[in-house]
Structure formats: structure tokens, C-alpha cells
């Protein structure tokens, strides 16, 4: 990701305080979206500003934005936030047939390999199914993506400006056809197909393909990408386990991290330590009163504790947890160490999207399948 702007502001909140009094504060804060975009479109080029200088942010916003003409072999660049000003607004779907397909990934995706290459995109969640709010929350957290933090409504795409937009699996041409937007597709192995063809299908991302079955898909036709099956990808986060085993939250721990493997417990505490320390990120799923292996599992690359059988756990088990490894969450079920363990590993490669690491990942993963980055004004 792109590096951090020194000072005050952040390209999600800057610009959200007084300016100054009189006409000119109003006119500096009558459209303060404009210092985020700045920011946004900085990130990506490398930029660092100094915003604690007095003046030096502003000045440099006009600078840019009055710029009249980009320099040779440069696209124009749009910062202005009145959207009904800009030209070649286009929108690009994000859309699948079916749920949990890879469409938030893969809409967060493209929108940041768009705002690397230049372009001045916002990242939105249309309303219309139960994912909805999850999904448009995690956007929002997603630095320095523009997003508006909510669903939006079909009535509110067209004030976006260029935008990709994941919308609800199910048919999805009419909805083009009605935004005059772009496809892409997203489907899992074994999927049906979407309701899209011809001009306005931009193209099919594969997702969670078979190592061995990569080279054949990337050759279909309209196939853009093909993503391999990935741990990173497929791992499930402690919100997909919490809600997954019914457990009761004893410690928050990093709600958004993903997990690398499950775990059981050991018998010995003795052997406990090294088992564990065999894999990063590990969830292990033990008695709620082996407190013995739960203190050594904590010595560990541990990221998520389940105490299985619902009792209450030894009161020294959440002091060291807040004393030292508040990172890591610690869940409580009734369910028995096997019920809880095959729970969760049926949550592998069906977890939502939910956060960084993942569209890093994401975005690594379509650079090396030579995916194109359908900047939206080409797209149209």
C-alpha cells in the first residue's frame, strides 16, 4: 500500500474540520471530500505532503486541481468532487450467480489496482441482501479507498462519479443495462453461470481454482484472471468462528484477522509449546479447563483460543490474555472439541472478505495472472 501522508490528516478525514472564518472558510470547507481525494490519489503516487504546514495542503490541492493540462503521455487525473462536472463516468459491476463467491474481494481489488494506476475510483456495496452492511463496513475501513460506508441504493450509484460497485449475487443484466455499467463476473468452480454476455461483460475472475487445474481456466474464453485456491485467501476470520461455533466472545482479540490452521489441543502441556509452534496464526480448540495448554498455546503464533464444553475458564487465563496477548481472541462454546474443530474447518474457502491482508493477497495474485486493470473510463 501506498505511504502514509505525514501530519494530521489522513486521506479518509482530511479536511473534515474549519478551514477558516468568513467567505473563506466557507469556500474552503464548502466541498471537504476534496482534501481526501487528494490524499487518496497521492497515496498511490508515492507522495508525502506535509499537512502540518500552514497553507501547504491547500495550496497544493489548487495547484493541482487548476492544473490545465496534464504533462505529455499522462492521463488526466480528476480530484474535483462534484461529481455532475466529470466526464466518462462509467461503473463497473461486481456480480456473481451465487453468494460467497469472491465478489467483495474481488471488487476491492480491482478498485485499488484502478487508484495505483492513477485513477480516482470509489469502492461501494449496493443494498438488497443480508451482506450488505457487513460488507460496505469492511470498504469503508479500507484506506485510502474511497467508500461511502454504507449500502447504497440503485438511485445513489449515479452520484459516485467512476465507481466500482459490488452488487447482490443473482441476475444482474438488467441492472447494467440500466446503469449502462461494465461486468465482471466472479465465480468459484462449478458455479452457474451468470446472466451476462457480450459487450458489457468485462470479463470472468475464477476464484479458488485447483492448483493444477490454473493454466486451463486462465485459457476460457472471457476468462480475465483465474486465482488459484490460497491460504490467506481462504482463511476465516474470528467474526466467520465466533459466529459459526455460537461462542460467547471472552476477549475480542483482532476481530478482522484471518487464521492459518486449526488446532486441537494437546493432552500435556509439556508437549503443547512446541505443537503449536509449528504454524503461524494458529486457532486452537481445546477443554475449558485445560488452562495448562492454554497458556502454553499463548506462547505461540496464536490468533484465536476456543475453549470447547462451555464452562467457565480459570480467571488467570483472561489476565494474561489482557496482560499480554490482547491480540489474540478468546471464544467460549458448548459445543465438544471435535463439533468445534469440524466447524471450523468447514468455514476454509467460504469465509467473507475482511480486511487488509486479503485484498493484499487479492492484489497480488491478479498482477502475477496478468489481469487487466479496467481503469473505468476504458471500460465504458
Not at 477558516?20 to 469556500?27: F, I
Not at 450467480?97 to 487508484?115: F, H, N, Q, V
Request: with cysteine; aromatic share 4%.
Amino acid at each position: 500500500m501506498g505511504p502514509a501522508v505525514r501530519g494530521r490528516l489522513s486521506p479518509r478525514h482530511a479536511g473534515g474540520g474549519e478551514v477558516g472564518g468568513g467567505a473563506e472558510g466557507q469556500s474552503r470547507t464548502g466541498d471537504t471530500a476534496i482534501f481526501s481525494r487528494v490524499l487518496y490519489h497521492l497515496s498511490y503516487l508515492g507522495t508525502a505532503l506535509d499537512c502540518t504546514a500552514g497553507g501547504g495542503l491547500w495550496d497544493a490541492c489548487v495547484r493541482m486541481i487548476a492544473r490545465p493540462e496534464p504533462p505529455a503521455g499522462e492521463q488526466p487525473i480528476y480530484f474535483a468532487d462534484s461529481r455532475a462536472e466529470r466526464v466518462n463516468v462509467s461503473v463497473i459491476l461486481v456480480a456473481s450467480s451465487e453468494p460467497r463467491a469472491g465478489r467483495s474481494l474481488i471488487a476491492a481489488a480491482l478498485a485499488w489496482r484502478m487508484g495505483r494506476e492513477g485513477a480516482s475510483v470509489t469502492l461501494a456495496r449496493l443494498a438488497g441482501d443480508e451482506g450488505a452492511d457487513d460488507d460496505a463496513r469492511v470498504f469503508a475501513a479500507l484506506e485510502p479507498l474511497v467508500s461511502p460506508g454504507r449500502p447504497i441504493a440503485l438511485a445513489d450509484i449515479a452520484s459516485l462519479g467512476d465507481a466500482v460497485v459490488e452488487a447482490p449475487p443473482g441476475p444482474v443484466a438488467a441492472l447494467a443495462q440500466q446503469l449502462d455499467a461494465r461486468v465482471v463476473a466472479v465465480a468459484a468452480p462449478g458455479a452457474p453461470p451468470l446472466d451476462m454476455a457480450g459487450e458489457q461483460l468485462a470479463g470472468v475472475v475464477l476464484t479458488r481454482v485447483p492448483a493444477t487445474l490454473v493454466a486451463g481456466a486462465r485459457a476460457q474464453p472471457g476468462v480475465i484472471a483465474a486465482l488459484p485456491e490460497d491460504a490467506i485467501l481462504a482463511a476465516p476470520s474470528v467474526d466467520d468462528i465466533t459466529a459459526a461455533l455460537e461462542a460467547t466472545v471472552l476477549a475480542p482479540g483482532e476481530r478482522a484477522s484471518g487464521i492459518g490452521r486449526v488446532m486441537i489441543g494437546t493432552i500435556a502441556s509439556d508437549a503443547a509449546a512446541p505443537y503449536f509452534g509449528q504454524r503461524a496464526r494458529t486457532c486452537v480448540v481445546t477443554r475449558f479447563d485445560k488452562t495448562d495448554v492454554q497458556l502454553a498455546a499463548l506462547q505461540t503464533d496464536l490468533a484465536c483460543l476456543v475453549l470447547s464444553g462451555g464452562g467457565e475458564p480459570s480467571p488467570y487465563l483472561l489476565d494474561r490474555v489482557a496482560g499480554g496477548r490482547s491480540d489474540v481472541a478468546v471464544l467460549l462454546t458448548s459445543l465438544s472439541t471435535v463439533d468445534a474443530v469440524r466447524a471450523v474447518e468447514g468455514l476454509f474457502g467460504r469465509s467473507r472478505f475482511d480486511g487488509v491482508a486479503k485484498l493484499e493477497r487479492a492484489v497480488e495474485l491478479l498482477d502475477a495472472a496478468g489481469a487487466p486493470a479496467l481503469a473505468p473510463a476504458a471500460a465504458r
